[in-house]
């Protein structure tokens, strides 16, 4: 392809999702991002960090429910006008979406013999496009900040057997639990000293945290960390974890928990079992995305901002798909990459208004648009292919020469 029709092809492609985005418009005026600042605005000036509350429309009052060592480095905000902070957040959330997707799309790229940047450029929109992204962004969400310091650790650090692999994850998982499902995913790969490293990091950050803010500290750890009506409803369709596809189906009953506990640990099982054969085989991108989306199914909360995690199965998806020789499981593996695309186009939360009150789900139609993610989620677990032959360039050593351009999916 003529390198003038792919500047084409990207910049018609830039501009088709700037548009789009434009339309869209900022829904929730960065209001988790104004908590953020008004929780530690409210902190700064004596208050019980924990105690703070924001009225919202749907879930009630909400409150400032990261951990401590969260708290402590998001402190500055109390003394940065609210406009300086939005900048920040948004060239922060956009650079730390160009660099991840181009660690994901560059052994991609050159495994089928085209440029990084014609990849990247394609790559990059369509990532921005999607709901995860577009409430990260609206919501004023610190995700992509997690995403880069669990993408950067487990395929640069871990993968080069760094002296500083298990840094990132376990970082991440001081700053928000939910990265913590990858201390796991390493134990399971038998990444044995990162995991250490991992969890020696989340406590070291947690117990400095303890130090600078003891009070608040216990508190969080003896009484706010397990009410979970602290950060909206579980049966909210925006929550998109196994016990909210089943609290939404027991409403106006309460969900079983014993079926809910039942059914984590069979997902978590043979989810993290997938992830770590594909680790052992060399597929970095589909461990760690097999592993993120297990995170998301058994967690009690996965917001639809949360769920990174199918970017990089994605990726794995249409790899797979360009490296088979058959066309029926090539147009199979692509098709499952499109449709999976269009769910998270169109989300479940954007262009739906779910109410107010608790909502009965009446049809299968409704069933499967209140629950696409945890739906998509459960069916990428099983289908994700794990690529055999993929020789990474991050590992000490490699070439990019060393990088088949077919190799079959096992």
Partial sequence: MPKAIRIATVTALAAAVAAFLGWYGNRHDFFDLRIYVSAMRWWADGHPLYEYAQPDRVQGELYFTYPPFAAALLRPLAEIPMGATITIFLIGTAVAIGITTWW???????????????????????VFAIEPTRETFTFGQINMLLVLLILGDLLLLVTRNSRWAGVGVGLA??????????IVYLLATRRWRAAITASAT?????????????RDSWQFWTHELWATDRVGRTDYTGNQSLLGLIGRAAIPDEPSRLVWLGLVALIAVYG?????????GGDEVAGLALAGLVGALV??????????WYVPAFVVLVDAALRERDLRPRLALLGVAAVGYLVLLRGVVSFDDWGIAPLPTDTVGEFLRRNAYALLALVLIAVLPVRTGV??????????TDLPTHARVG
């Avoid at 994901?104 to 369509?126: E, N, S």
């Avoid at 998982?173 to 990858?182: D, S």
């Avoid at 009690?300 to 990174?308: E, G, L, Q, R, S």
């Avoid at 020789?391 to 990019?400: F, N, P, S, V």
Wanted: hydrophobic residues 55%; aromatic residues 10%.
């Fill in 202 to 214: 989340a406590a070291g950050a947690t117990l400095l945290a303890a130090a600078l803010a003891p």
């Fill in 104 to 126: 994901l799309v560059t052994p991609v790229a050159l495994r089928h013999r085209q440029p990084p940047w014609f990849a990247a450029g394609l790559a990059i929109p369509l």
């Fill in 173 to 182: 998982t001081a700053l928000k639990l939910y990265p913590g499902i990858f």
């Fill in 299 to 308: 967690s009690p909360i996965a917001w639809t901002h949360h769920v990174y």
């Fill in 272 to 280: 993290l079992r997938r992830a770590a054969q594909a680790a052992r």
């Fill in 391 to 400: 020789l990474d360039y991050r590992r000490r050593g490699a070439k990019w």
